[in-house]
């Protein structure tokens, strides 16, 4: 993209224009007077065009009698001066404000028009050019911002259709299990209730009530992800040792009955400018994943990079196959070797989420176990 560098006002190009019309008129017109004796011969200067009060037209000479009453009376060198003066200057202006419009102008308006046509049918695969540094250069620079803006949020939109699309889908695919469940079940009831012992009714009712449940969990992290899209970023300074605090007292309440282990690598600021309420949320989602897999350890690094506030969450466990490299950060995605029907796969994917809103990224990857990387921008 080009930028606009020592802004040079278009006013101060009209007025070098202006005063170069200026001085073409004033030389012409000198030069128009001084020469228009010796355009003409002796012969020619001695007449004069005469208009009369009753409006006749007629040229006569210099020696003969002028009537007392006449509305003009100038000789053939005078008129040539009242007319040849007056159109150089008006060609000098029209000139000169056609050479203004084509060197200063009309570039950059086709270029305004045709960026305007551009964005209004939606083709925003273009560049904007800068034609000139100044008032004109800065509205093409602005064009410019409005089509990256534009282009990047449409991206962005299309990006959440595909995840709402894919979001959907596998919230469908997960749904019907507990639908046939409660399908099946239901058949069952209503076919051989009479003939069904007690104690197989209440089992019956307890695997559809574990099923409905299972439902209403779904239902409602379809609606916490709604509210994950609304969720709106408010940064503030925060100090450094007070959010590893408050990070030592979650990490040692949630993993209970293994080792837990932070590392604090800031030392050359004091605050961070987040949203802490982001950070933690996504601090605990990565922490209860890694307590669900870590044998023994578990080991936290909060660093910073350049403007990046970089948390690491690193487990001992046996770690990430290749498909869940690929995979764990999808909705709904389960490992192949898990057991927990409670947990539904959405922790990194709402851990993405989050980060992306902030700025910064997820990243999953194996370092003697699972490792995550959360990134928020300050």
């Known amino acids: 993209m080009d930028t606009v560098k020592k802004k040079k006002s278009l006013k101060w190009d009209f007025v070098k224009y202006f005063s170069i019309c200026i001085i073409l008129i004033l030389a012409g017109s000198l030069l128009l007077g001084s020469s228009a004796e010796k355009i003409f011969s002796s012969d020619a200067s001695r007449y004069a065009l005469f208009i009369g009060d009753d409006g006749t037209v007629s040229i006569i000479t210099k020696s003969e009698r002028i009537p007392k009453n006449y509305i003009l009376f100038l000789d053939i060198v005078n008129l040539f001066r009242c007319i040849a003066i007056p159109l150089w200057s008006l060609l000098c202006v029209v000139v000169c404000g056609i050479i203004f419009y084509h060197r200063k102008i009309e570039k950059p308006i086709s270029i305004l028009l045709e960026a305007s046509e551009n964005i209004s049918n939606n083709r925003l695969d273009f560049s904007v050019e800068v034609p000139e540094k100044n008032e004109f250069g800065e509205l093409c620079l602005s064009f410019e911002k409005m089509r990256v803006a534009l282009k990047e949020n449409n991206i962005e939109m299309w990006r959440q259709v595909e995840e709402r699309k894919r979001l959907n889908a596998a919230f469908s695919h997960d749904l019907r299990t507990p639908l046939t469940v409660l399908k099946g079940q239901s058949e069952i009831l209503s076919k051989y209730v009479p003939k069904m012992s007690e104690e197989k009714i ?34 503030e300074l925060v100090d450094v040792k007070e959010l590893e605090h408050q990070m030592r007292i979650t990490g040692a309440a949630v993993c209970k009955g293994k080792e837990f282990v932070l590392y604090q690598n800031i030392f050359d600021v004091d605050s961070v400018k987040i949203d802490t309420s982001i950070a933690m949320q996504v601090y605990e989602n990565l922490l209860s994943n890694a307590v669900r897999y870590a044998k023994r350890k578990i080991e936290i690094a909060i660093d910073k990079k350049d403007s990046l506030l970089l948390l690491n969450v690193v487990d001992d466990g046996a770690g990430f196959t290749a498909k869940d490299l690929s995979n764990a950060m999808k909705p709904f995605y389960k490992a192949e070797n898990e057991i927990n029907n409670e947990h539904f796969g959405m922790g990194l994917n709402i851990c993405k989420m989050l980060c992306e809103k902030h700025g910064g990224y997820l990243q999953i990857s194996n370092e003697n176990g699972a490792k995550a990387v959360a990134a928020f921008k300050e």
Request: net charge negative; hydrophobic share 35%.
């Open 202 to 235: 209440i089992e019956t009712a307890e695997t559809m009530k574990r099923h409905i449940i299972r439902l209403e969990t779904y239902v409602n992290t379809m609606n916490d992800l709604q509210r994950l899209e609304d969720v709106e970023v408010k940064k």
